[in-house]
């Protein structure tokens, strides 16, 4: 099992940014990738970035393709999630999991975090 905390969230005026760290322990290297979800009042939790923890590929979501960033420091054991012109509809519940499967879906993720707010205002 991997343990995960996220931190980073906050307020923000639109065209804002912010930077979210996932901190992870506990059985890091039974898992391959780590993958940011997110998740506003009433609606599903959805995928926004994935990185790899060996080779460092990624992929995004659509809808924060260009505007943000997923990253990682093996050293610390630290996934970053950096996020420029932010939008009022990126605001919901952020938060980091861990999986060993190649997959978007949070279903395919067994170990979560507790999740950071942002909060973009307009």
């Known amino acids: 099992q991997v343990q995960l905390v996220e931190s980073g969230g906050g307020l923000v005026h639109a065209g804002g940014s912010l930077t979210l760290s996932c901190v992870a322990s506990g059985r890091i290297f039974s898992s391959n990738y780590v993958g940011w979800f997110r998740q506003a009042p009433g609606k599903e939790r959805e995928f926004v970035a994935r990185i790899e923890w060996s080779g460092g590929g990624t992929i995004y979501a659509d809808s924060v393709k260009g505007r943000f960033t997923i990253s990682r420091n093996n050293a610390k054991n630290t996934v970053y999630l950096q996020m420029i012109s932010l939008k009022p509809e990126d605001t919901a519940v952020y938060y980091c999991?861990?999986?060993?499967?190649?997959?978007?879906?949070?279903?395919?993720?067994?170990?979560w975090g507790q999740g950071t707010q942002v909060t973009v205002s307009s």
């Open positions: 999991a861990a999986t060993t499967w190649t997959t978007r879906s949070p279903s395919g993720y067994p170990d």
